[in-house]
């Protein structure tokens, strides 16, 4: 599964899921754009490890939520490297909290970075892709936009919003060869998931048949294959990677 020549952008791609699937990618052979958001010395890294393997990387910063950003980025990469082809929406934050308590500011930041975000920088990749009649868009979901989950209704509906965006760019841009997936992890180890309370790390790991956590390399592996052009048949779809937590 080699990509070689093509360009890559991870969003959220400086640490946790982010940094494995951007590392892949240039294993695979892309130039890879590491997007970051706050954190510059975690993207710095991760182009450090995707140089010292010999890869090609460069850091981007810019907000996925705000249109006018996300729109100046993607013309940025695209007059340094000539084209995007491949684009993983993999940002995300979480505000948890139950629905009596949660603040209007919590739902519309995770609405914004979990979904708008997702929008916004489709819209600045497609162009590229059309016009390469190629392309690659894989948004990294969530278990619990399918199985919902108390005390994440503004997390859950974004991500439940990602599968209706997915298969609906797929539709529209499947003569064009650009495909769009989902992967939708189940519980991955990331600082994300470092921060919830003991009790609930043991309850869920007590709900995976597998009895074990995924990893950033599980998720890497499914966004891999749909990257790959030996999944160039496959579009509006979603792998589900959770160790059969969800079926
Ligand atoms: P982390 O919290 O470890 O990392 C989140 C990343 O998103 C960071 O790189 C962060 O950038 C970036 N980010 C956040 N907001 C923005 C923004 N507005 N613009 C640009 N980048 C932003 O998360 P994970 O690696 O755990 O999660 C990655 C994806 O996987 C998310 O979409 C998450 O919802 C999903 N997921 C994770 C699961 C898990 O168990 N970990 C389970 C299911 C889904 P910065 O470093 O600059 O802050």
């Given at each position: 599964?080699?990509?070689?020549?093509?360009?890559?952008?991870?969003?959220g791609?400086?640490?946790?899921?982010?940094?494995?699937?951007?590392?892949?990618?240039?294993?695979?052979?892309?130039?890879?754009?590491?997007?970051?958001m706050s954190?510059?010395?975690?993207?710095?890294?991760?182009?450090?490890?995707?140089?010292?393997?010999?890869?090609?990387?460069?850091?981007?910063?810019?907000d996925v939520a705000d249109f006018?950003?996300?729109?100046?980025?993607?013309?940025?990469?695209?007059?340094?490297?000539?084209?995007?082809?491949?684009?993983?929406?993999?940002a995300g934050i979480t505000r948890d909290g139950l629905v009596a308590r949660m603040k209007e500011s919590d739902w519309d930041s995770v609405l914004d970075t979990n979904l708008k975000g997702a929008?916004?920088?489709?819209?600045?990749?497609?162009?590229?892709?059309?016009?390469?009649?190629?392309?690659?868009?894989?948004?990294?979901?969530s278990?619990v936009g399918?199985?919902g989950n108390a005390g994440q209704v503004n997390y859950a509906a974004a991500k439940a919003g990602l599968?209706?965006?997915?298969?609906?760019?797929?539709?529209?841009?499947?003569?064009?060869?650009?495909?769009?997936?989902?992967?939708?992890?189940?519980?991955?180890?990331?600082e994300m998931t470092d921060r919830l309370d003991?009790?609930v790390?043991?309850?869920?790991?007590?709900?995976?048949?597998?009895?074990?956590?995924?990893?950033?390399?599980?998720?890497?592996?499914?966004?891999?294959?749909?990257?790959?052009?030996?999944?160039?048949?496959?579009?509006?779809?979603?792998?589900?990677?959770?160790?059969?937590?969800?079926?």
């Amino acid at each position: 599964m080699t990509l070689g020549g093509k360009t890559a952008v991870v969003t959220g791609g400086g640490r946790g899921i982010g940094r494995t699937v951007s590392l892949r990618l240039a294993e695979m052979g892309c130039l890879v754009y590491v997007n970051y958001m706050s954190r510059s010395e975690a993207a710095e890294e991760t182009v450090l490890q995707i140089r010292n393997r010999g890869g090609k990387g460069q850091i981007i910063q810019f907000d996925v939520a705000d249109f006018n950003q996300t729109q100046g980025a993607f013309k940025e990469i695209i007059s340094r490297s000539g084209s995007i082809d491949v684009l993983i929406n993999n940002a995300g934050i979480t505000r948890d909290g139950l629905v009596a308590r949660m603040k209007e500011s919590d739902w519309d930041s995770v609405l914004d970075t979990n979904l708008k975000g997702a929008f916004c920088c489709a819209k600045a990749a497609v162009k590229p892709m059309m016009k390469n009649r190629w392309g690659r868009i894989v948004n990294i979901g969530s278990i619990v936009g399918f199985s919902g989950n108390a005390g994440q209704v503004n997390y859950a509906a974004a991500k439940a919003g990602l599968i209706g965006l997915t298969k609906s760019l797929a539709r529209e841009f499947a003569s064009r060869h650009i495909t769009v997936n989902c992967v939708a992890p189940g519980y991955v180890v990331t600082e994300m998931t470092d921060r919830l309370d003991d009790s609930v790390k043991e309850k869920m790991l007590g709900e995976i048949p597998m009895g074990t956590l995924g990893t950033p390399a599980d998720i890497a592996a499914a966004v891999a294959y749909l990257v790959s052009e030996e999944a160039g048949y496959v579009t509006g779809q979603t792998i589900h990677v959770n160790g059969g937590m969800y079926m």
